[in-house]
């Protein structure tokens, strides 16, 4: 991440932290974004923006809906939204030498769960889990004897409707026992730290739309020229990064869209292009 910070600056960029986009103000004649409106009331003109935000969130909470006569509320509403995820972080006082730095532990049920996951949008009791123990390969990232952890469950995205005001402890604790009872002895003794996210940290803090934490689902009719477009419809300078985007989710297809877009944009010198960009991130 520093090292991209570095080069962004070295090109002429700057970051601005703590600047929450609230509006991204359009031209009434020629429908062209302006630039973008921060929470606390700072305008950043801008002749071209590029939002890595939620697809979803930057069209529904940033334009006003009269301007986009193609992306309406109605039309993002009825597509398709990909999985939430429970992720408990926590570190051990002891080491767990028999799990490897990566681990996916299979449930009971495989396409059952997907189904309850995707189709019926039910928390289910069971789970299937990715386990992740980094200081199997780089034990500085934990104190002597220690070690640090993260277990991550697939989980309905918030329009299942489940409460995780009060299912979140209950959930972690048993994949707790889960993970005490057939992997790790005695864990619950040895936890020393711990933090756990939920859907609502996706829709809360990341302004994910309904909590998805891989924005629109790929689905066949929601990928490739199906999916929202780095370019928009509505808006003829403002184009989109990231996960909801094509060609898709994970590090190498947001890191693709990246490019897309800056082969896009293209023409004049990259401190030309620079000093005409406005990026448009999540919170913070």
Same mark, same amino acid.
């Given at each position: 991440m520093r090292a991209l910070v570095k080069l962004f600056e070295d090109m002429g960029g700057q970051i601005y932290l703590d600047r929450e986009?609230?509006?991204?103000?359009?031209?009434?004649?020629?429908?062209?974004?302006?630039g973008?409106?921060?929470?606390?009331?700072?305008?950043?003109?801008?002749?071209?923006?590029?939002?890595?935000?939620?697809?979803?969130?930057?069209?529904? *909470?940033? +334009?006003?809906?009269?301007? #986009?006569? @193609?992306?309406?509320?109605?039309?993002?509403?009825?597509?398709?939204?990909?999985?939430?995820?429970?992720v408990l972080y926590f570190g051990t006082?002891?080491?767990?030498?028999?799990?490897?730095? *990566?681990? +996916?532990?299979?449930?009971? #049920?495989? @396409?059952?769960?997907l189904d309850d996951i995707f189709k019926r949008k039910v928390l289910a009791r069971d789970f299937s889990l990715y386990l992740h123990r980094p200081t199997a390969t780089d034990p500085s990232l934990a104190p002597e004897g220690h070690d640090a952890w993260y277990v991550l469950s697939p989980v309905p995205h918030l329009g299942s409707g489940t409460d995780w005001t009060t299912t979140a402890k209950p959930y972690r604790d048993s994949i707790v026992q889960y993970l005490e009872e057939h992997y790790m002895p005695d864990l619950s003794k040895h936890i020393v730290t711990e933090h756990y996210i939920d859907p609502l940290h996706f829709?809360?803090?990341?302004?994910?739309?309904?909590?998805?934490?891989?924005?629109?689902?790929?689905?066949?009719?929601?990928?490739?020229?199906?999916?929202?477009?780095?370019?928009?419809?509505?808006?003829?300078?403002?184009?989109?990064?990231?996960?909801?985007?094509?060609p898709g989710?994970?590090?190498?297809?947001?890191?693709?869209?990246?490019?897309?877009?800056?082969d896009m944009i293209g023409g004049g010198t990259p401190d030309q292009?620079?000093?005409?960009?406005?990026?448009?991130?999540t919170k913070n």
């Open positions: 986009v609230s509006e991204i103000v359009i031209n009434e004649q020629n429908k062209r974004a302006e973008v409106r921060t929470r606390d009331g700072e305008f950043f003109p801008a002749q071209i923006v590029v939002s890595n935000a939620d697809v979803a969130f930057t069209y529904m *909470h940033l +334009i006003q809906e009269r301007f #986009r006569q @193609k992306n309406t509320d109605h039309k993002l509403k009825r597509m398709q939204y990909s999985m939430s995820l429970f006082d002891r080491k767990y030498e028999n799990i490897a730095h *990566h681990e +996916i532990l299979m449930g009971p #049920r495989y @396409k059952g769960l829709r809360d803090e990341l302004n994910s739309y309904l909590g998805s934490a891989f924005s629109v689902e790929p689905i066949l009719t929601q990928s490739a020229w199906f999916r929202p477009h780095n370019i928009s419809e509505d808006i003829p300078n403002l184009y989109f990064t990231g996960a909801g985007t094509h989710a994970g590090l190498p297809g947001v890191m693709s869209s990246g490019k897309i877009v800056a292009k620079m000093q005409s960009l406005t990026s448009v991130s």
